[in-house]
């Protein structure tokens, strides 16, 4: 029987206060994050990590214990999916691979090569894609496997914004808040679609992860609303976690925050770009956001789960492993793709 290997794709985290800072540098040399020369990324990522790792990432991170659970609990994403793939009978072994903290490219790229396969499937957790996180995540993969001459038939997952199983996860949660905030409140709340956000720049240059951010949205509204029976969902989608002074994409979470205050309406917020829980939802959104959202005065403030080992969402990852694992498959020259890469078959 022939060996799979499937490699989870997410960006890390510091597993210690000392690593907070390398693990910005890393994060801000990379050319997809700024984009500038060398030189100037170099010094930028040093001066951002040393400010930031003592600033604002080193509180944020304190809040968790000086460390992000990001790296287990997609570990725990892949042992789902393994155990779940194995059991339909495919042999694979799940490797999590992180970007800008262990373990990178280069060290999973030699277990893979280790382990045999005889077929890879690349699968990013990042469901919307982005130049900022799949590419710079598959770029570095391709250079690791060069370096370790890993030369296997490979087949590449671009992203999956609209995949029935990433969709009915994101509705069952939310719907879970939504119940508690009308049996706590008395009063239907807005459902607010929170994603990190990105320099107007990188859309205007191309990444699609705008409007896939946004269609994932409308269709877990759609989805949500269905199941809650009814047909005037109050909904809006923004974006969190600015840093730096370029316009970035909007409306932003804080602003939607005050302006469900003016409106007097709670709010369940659900963070649709992000598959499992780290410092931007446990801290971002369940602390800061929440203060912000205390002071301005919102009549209930909850936020749903993201969609984690959800079992129709690791139905939904193994779905895609199978499609991409049991295909011989060429990407046409034409024809438009969600990703805008013509490697791949999201469009499909």
Request: charged letters at 25%.
């Amino acid at each position: 029987m022939e060996k799979k290997a499937i490699i989870l794709f997410n960006l890390g985290g510091p597993d210690s206060k000392t690593s907070i800072a390398p693990f910005l540098k890393n994060f801000f040399m990379d050319k997809n994050i700024i984009r500038a020369p060398y030189p100037v990324r170099f010094f930028l990522s040093r001066l951002i990590a040393y400010r930031r790792s003592r600033k604002e990432a080193g509180e944020s991170y304190g809040e968790l214990g000086n460390k992000s659970p990001l790296l287990e609990n997609s570990q725990d994403q892949a042992s789902a999916l393994e155990d779940l793939l194995n059991k339909e009978g495919m042999a694979c072994k799940v490797f999590v691979c992180m970007r800008y903290w262990h373990p990178m490219a280069p060290e999973i790229a030699q277990a893979v090569k280790d382990y045999d396969p005889d077929h890879i499937v690349l699968l990013p957790l990042y469901p919307q894609y982005s130049t900022t996180t799949t590419r710079s995540s598959f770029q570095e993969w391709e250079k690791a496997c060069d370096d370790v001459d890993l030369l296997v038939p490979t087949s590449t997952v671009c992203c999956y914004p609209f995949e029935e199983g990433f969709l009915k996860a994101g509705a069952e949660n939310i719907k879970t808040e939504y119940d508690r905030c009308l049996k706590e409140t008395g009063r239907a709340p807005r459902v607010l679609f929170s994603a990190h956000g990105l320099p107007e720049s990188v859309i205007k240059d191309g990444d699609p992860y705008q409007w896939q951010c946004e269609e994932t949205a409308r269709r877990i509204a759609e989805k949500l609303g269905k199941i809650l029976g009814t047909g005037n969902l109050d909904w809006n989608i923004c974006y969190q976690s600015r840093v730096g002074p370029q316009k970035w994409i909007g409306p932003s979470t804080e602003e939607e925050i005050h302006r469900a205050a003016k409106d007097d309406v709670p709010l369940v917020i659900y963070p649709h770009a992000f598959t499992q829980e780290h410092v931007e939802t446990l801290v971002e959104l369940d602390i800061e956001y929440r203060e912000i959202a205390d002071h301005a005065g919102l009549p209930g403030y909850y936020r749903a789960a993201c969609a984690g080992t959800h079992p129709v969402f690791i139905e939904g990852l193994a779905d895609i492993v199978k499609r991409e694992a049991y295909r011989t498959w060429t990407a046409p020259d034409t024809g438009k793709r969600l990703c805008g890469q013509n490697y791949c078959r999201c469009a499909a």
